[in-house]
């Protein structure tokens, strides 16, 4: 098994321990990220479609960042159209660096080169030199607390 196949094994058991449903299952390819979707809440991911594992953590971090009683509305169409959807995204990016950290991953495997319009490599770079976007929401949300700094998380899921 690679490391790519271990990173992503490991990030799919720790999704799934946070309640967060991964259901492998083939796609439509017209996917906005391939071989990964949202649908009501829940991650959809077709193996033979998917390009970059690490995805699958930042679209958890899209479930995460969303308040409970509102995780059951997500999917591909409805996250762009969220009315906080720019801050949300800089939260899930943040989410899924700190999930990396936890998981004891190298960072590049969310924020890779092929990412976030070709800025994966550079927003991890600032990222590793503690230039973070993103935290403040996470703690507006209690998901982490300045007692505890980024990119340790008081709560993974967002109340």
Not at 103 to 112: A, G, I, N, R, T
Not at 138 to 152: A, H, I, K, T
């Amino acid at each position: 098994m690679s490391n790519n196949e271990k990173a992503f094994e490991a990030s799919v058991q720790f999704i799934k321990s946070l309640g967060i449903n991964v259901i492998f299952k083939p796609l439509n390819p017209a996917q906005i990220l391939p071989g990964i979707s949202i649908e009501q809440g829940a991650i959809f991911i077709d193996e033979k479609q998917l390009l970059f594992p690490g995805d699958v953590l930042h679209e958890a971090g899209h479930i995460a960042i969303v308040p409970l009683a509102e995780r059951h509305t997500l999917n591909k169409e409805t996250i762009g159209k969220r009315t906080d959807a720019p801050a949300e995204e800089m939260m899930a990016i943040a989410w899924s660096y700190a999930a990396c950290i936890h998981l004891q991953l190298p960072p590049e495997f969310v924020l890779h080169d092929d990412g976030y319009k070709g800025g994966g490599s550079s927003i991890c770079e600032n990222f590793k030199n503690g230039q973070y976007f993103g935290v403040p929401m996470l703690e507006y949300r209690g998901m982490c607390c300045q007692d505890n700094p980024f990119p340790n998380m008081k709560n993974w899921l967002a109340p």
